[in-house]
């Protein structure tokens, strides 16, 4: 069967030698493609490969199964925009709407945001996972505000292209483990220009390319007061920006260790009086708290246990059951949930 390089999932066979469109031979016949072999078929511009038929692999080589392969083939969909916009200086909206669409309609249904999350959660993110988290997370937060079938998608694939500028920004700046120098990070930040010009190069829609823009701006006013910066921004971006900075901390990053779902979403809470938009926070904490009952965590004594209900006069002090006792975080002040765990 014929398919087009996006439509590949790890574990495919492909059922002839695969050449370049100037004959260099990329692939043998038989090949059992992983995300790496689908990457190299993309930036050497394959367009379609023939593979076995499906139905004929045996069961260690099924594609995987459930929301997980759904995820794998959004970030290889997102993987293949961004070589196009590093290629090209514009990428195809419809893989992005193809991609993103199918996606969110299965999802549209989910309650469990915080399982969702977890499942996201990955040891080592890149840009192409990062993008697919802060996708998801801008469509949960807009459609908690009340916005539109049609207004949450965009503002879902804002989030989703919020980073796509990267793709002109030097591979070992984007790599780079280290800290970066002055000029690297000068180079860095220019992302979000790049991001703006691509998205206006690829597809007419401002707002999307406002967001590329203006999802950093709210570092350039760490204090804000009223009439300033932030109120400048567009609506889409205040949104986008909070999924992007509750996902970023959840990270691990070289100058800070990993930190659990419930102690940044205790953070960015923090930041929504004055930093960030405070409606915006005030939707993420209150819709995902109420997520984290029933969930097993670890508490900063090392100790772990399940919450069992939410404090409403103090939220991030919750009740929880360890072993055959009860700990209440309001009444024990110093201990607090460091990780949700399942």
């Known amino acids: ?3 087009h390089v996006t439509d590949l999932k790890p574990g495919d066979r492909l059922m ?9 031979h990329i692939l043998p016949g038989g090949t059992a493609v992983t995300r790496e ?3 190299l078929l993309i930036r050497h511009r394959v367009d379609y490969v023939s593979i076995q038929v499906r139905e004929l692999y045996g069961s260690d080589e099924e594609p995987g199964h459930g929301l997980h392969s759904e995820f794998d083939q959004v970030i290889m969909n997102y993987e293949a925009t961004f070589l196009e916009a590093l290629s090209q200086g514009c990428f195809t909206p419809a893989l992005v709407d193809s991609t993103l669409q199918p996606l969110l309609e299965t999802l549209d249904k989910q309650k469990d945001v915080v399982s969702l999350l977890l ?3 990955r040891e080592d993110i890149d840009t ?4 697919l988290q802060v996708g998801l997370l801008s469509y949960y937060i807009a459609k908690w505000l009340g916005h539109s079938k ?13 980073d ?3 793709s002109q920004v030097s591979l070992s700046i984007l790599n780079n483990p ?3 120098t002055a000029e690297e990070i000068e180079e860095l930040k220019r992302h979000t220009a790049y991001g703006y010009d691509i998205i206006r190069s690829s597809m007419q829609d401002e707002a999307t390319a406002l967001v590329a823009l203006q999802h950093h701006d709210y570092e350039s006013n760490p204090a804000p007061s009223a009439g300033n910066l932030k109120n400048e921004l567009h609506p889409y971006t205040e949104i986008v920006t909070v999924a992007d900075i509750y996902m970023k901390l959840t990270t691990s990053r070289l100058s800070r260790p990993k930190q659990g779902l419930v102690s940044v979403l205790r953070q960015v809470h923090e930041w929504g009086f004055g930093r960030l938009n405070g409606n915006v926070v005030q939707a993420l904490t209150s819709h995902l708290l109420p997520g984290f009952v029933g969930k097993t965590v670890q508490l900063s004594d090392g100790e772990t246990g399940t919450i069992i209900m939410n404090n409403a006069l103090d939220i991030f002090k919750p009740l929880i059951k360890v072993n055959e006792g009860y700990r209440d975080l309001s009444r024990e002040r110093t201990l607090t949930v460091d990780e949700v765990l399942v």
């Not at 030698?17 to 260099?24: E, I, K, Q």
């Not at 192409?128 to 993008?131: A, P």
Request: glycine share 10%.
């Open 1 to 3: 069967m014929k398919v």
């Open 164 to 166: 796509i500028g990267k």
């Open 16 to 24: 002839t030698d695969t050449f370049n469109r100037v004959g260099l």
């Open 178 to 180: 280290g800290l970066l």
């Open 150 to 162: 049609e207004e949450c998608y965009r503002i879902s694939r804002a989030g989703y292209l919020h």
């Open 128 to 131: 192409y996972q990062h993008s």
């Open 37 to 39: 072999e689908i990457s």
């Open 119 to 121: 499942l996201l959660d």
